[in-house]
Structures are given as structure tokens and as C-alpha cells.
């Protein structure tokens, strides 16, 4: 995401709005943890008047009925006092009930409560105080309410896409577990929840991670993480990939031909391993003729995903541009 953007959270309040389980809330704790910020998360649909308003204590002093300081506010104080900067983050805010968002609409908007300020600068004249949000949309199906109009006019508001690219990017680099990253990579739509469909949001596939590293046997390991709809279709293919060869087995021959009905999984199983193999481009050509051998219709599908994930080391080896120019005249795609 754009860091202009989100140091705009300066001035503004920054809204991300998307599905759950994409990566909002680690976007603002990566962007708190870059600027060495307090991160102090306000989980608003959990959250109760008195975050607010103040908890009634009796003071030992005195023995008078007083109010505490919010405890977020007590935070804020804390890092003016030592000069560190402070990330207010309001998470869950268009799934809090229209009372909190009242409640919350004067800190999260103008930076007051109860009409005070509590923005700060830090001694270097750089800003104190970081305001960022994040909800779920209506058409999520989790229960989120529209922003209010005078809230809509307040905020500077990004909304956060699914992409099944950018999630495989991120994936590789978190080491989700390969199976994962090769089933999603053929079914970009299992990120997309929707809870009447029972599909399962990026955060669960995550989990599924998780448990499968634990050593949890898949079908456990999906039964208490995805569930729903791509739950049977992911332990099929999780059963299926299995079987799948190995580059090296391709490579020296040993690789035995296979039934279509295991196909689809080998297809994007071998196109995420390559993506990974230090002799990607050496091992394509082999793993290529091997995936045609066994379905036309795998062969497309394949030099899709290697034109995705090789793409210019593909283009630097003519042996491998030539491989490609008979696939690529089957799907309509120009290869020099």
C-alpha cells in the first residue's frame, strides 16, 4: 500500500475498509512497528461505554466518586511524556454498534474527547499522533453498518482488495505451507468469504497453515479452519498433490504417467514448486512436456502459471521461449 497514504493518518483518519482475514490490521502494525509507534488497537466492536466515558472509582485520598482516565488516553499520555509516537487504531469500527460508533466518533474524527485534544508533535516537530480505522463493508455479510455520512466526510477512506496475487506474494514470504499457496494459486476465489457461501477468508487459509505444520492430518487440520465450501475441493486436492512427482522425478525420467482425475492438483503443484527451484529454468522444459504428455488441457493451464510466476526468466532462455510458443499459440498469446 502506498506509505503517502498512509501517513496521511496524520492529518486524517485513514479507513481501510474489506473483507475479514486480509491483512488490514497487519498493515497498520506494520506501519506502526516502522515508525517505532505505540500501537494502541481499539477493538470498537468489543469495547463498552466506559472506554469512553471513564470508569467510576473511589479515590483513597478522598473517598469522592471520580472517573479514571480512558485507558487508551492514559497510553496516548505516556508516549507524549517520553516523545514517542502513537498509532490509534480503531479496528472492527463499522462492526460496533451504532452507540460506540457515537462514542467513538469524536476521538476517531477529530482527535477529542469530551471537546479535548489529546493530538501531540514530538519534539522534532514531527507528527505525534496516527489515526487509522478498519471494517468490514455491507456486502461482507459479517453484520458491518454503513459509515455514517459525517464520518464518510471526514476520513480518507482505501478499499482493501482481495487479490490472490498479492496474497501469494505475501504467502511465499510468510512460508504458508506450499499445498496452500498451490491450491489457492488454482483457486484464487477460496479468498473471497462469503459466509453464505462458507467460504473461508485469507486468515483461515492461515490458520490451515498453522495447523498443518503442527502436524494435524489435513482433513482435521481443514475441518477446523476452513470448513464450508472449498474445504472438500482443498482435501481432494491436498490428496491428489500427494501423488504428484517431483521435479527431479520428471527430470530423470521416473516419473510415472498419471490419471487426469490428479491433474489439476499436479498442475499447480509443479508451477509453485518451479517458482522455487534454483534450476527453474533448466527443469522447465522437461516438467513442460511431461505435464502435456499426460492433458492438453493441463499443458494451457500450466504455461499460464509459468508465464505468471517465470515470466522474464522465462523470456531470457530460448529453449524455454520455444517450449512455450506451441502452448502459447493454444491460448492466444503472442510469444517472440
Not at 497510553?75 to 460508533?101: G, S
Not at 489435513?218 to 474445504?231: N, S, V
Request: proline content about 6%.
Amino acid at each position: 500500500m502506498d506509505k503517502n497514504i498512509l501517513k496521511l493518518s496524520a492529518k486524517i483518519p485513514v479507513m481501510l475498509l474489506g473483507a475479514p482475514g486480509i491483512g488490514k490490521s497487519a498493515v497498520v502494525t506494520q506501519f506502526a512497528e516502522e515508525f517505532g509507534a505505540d500501537l494502541v488497537d481499539i477493538r470498537l466492536s468489543a469495547e463498552t461505554p466506559s472506554s469512553f466515558e471513564g470508569k467510576d472509582y473511589i479515590s483513597p485520598q478522598t473517598g469522592d466518586l471520580q472517573k479514571a482516565r480512558a485507558w487508551w488516553l492514559q497510553r496516548i499520555d505516556r508516549n507524549r511524556a517520553e516523545d514517542t509516537p502513537t498509532v490509534l487504531f480503531f479496528d472492527e469500527y463499522t462492526n460496533a454498534p451504532d452507540a460506540l460508533q457515537q462514542l467513538a466518533y469524536a476521538p476517531f474524527n477529530e482527535r477529542k474527547l469530551h471537546g479535548v485534544s489529546f493530538d501531540y508533535t514530538l519534539k522534532s516537530g514531527q507528527p505525534g499522533l496516527y489515526v487509522f480505522g478498519a471494517g468490514n463493508r455491507v456486502e461482507d455479510e459479517t453484520g458491518a453498518r454503513e459509515m455514517v455520512y459525517a464520518s464518510k466526510t471526514r476520513v480518507f477512506t482505501v478499499d482493501f482488495p482481495v487479490s490472490s496475487k498479492d496474497w501469494l506474494l505475501w504467502a511465499e514470504e510468510n512460508n504458508v505451507h506450499p499445498k496452500i499457496r498451490a491450491f489457492i494459486l488454482a483457486n484464487p476465489d477460496a479468498l473471497l468469504e462469503k459466509p453464505s457461501t462458507g467460504t473461508a477468508c485469507p486468515r483461515e487459509w492461515v490458520n490451515l497453515s498453522y495447523a498443518l505444520d503442527a502436524g494435524i492430518p489435513y482433513a482435521d487440520a481443514a475441518h477446523g479452519t476452513i470448513r464450508g465450501a472449498h474445504e472438500a475441493k482443498f482435501c481432494a486436492f491436498f490428496k491428489d498433490s500427494a501423488l504428484c512427482p517431483t521435479i527431479e522425478d520428471i527430470v530423470t525420467g521416473q516419473a510415472t504417467p498419471q490419471s487426469e482425475v490428479h491433474l489439476s492438483a499436479f498442475t499447480a503443484t509443479l508451477a509453485a514448486a518451479l517458482k522455487e527451484d534454483e534450476r527453474a529454468i533448466e527443469h522447465f522444459p522437461p516438467v513442460y512436456r511431461w505435464i502435456a504428455e499426460q492433458s492438453a488441457e493441463c499443458e494451457i493451464i500450466f504455461a499460464k502459471y509459468a508465464i505468471e510466476f517465470l515470466n522474464t526468466r522465462l523470456i531470457a532462455s530460448p529453449e524455454c521461449m520455444a517450449v512455450l510458443k506451441s502452448a502459447a499459440s493454444k491460448i492466444g498469446m503472442h510469444v517472440k
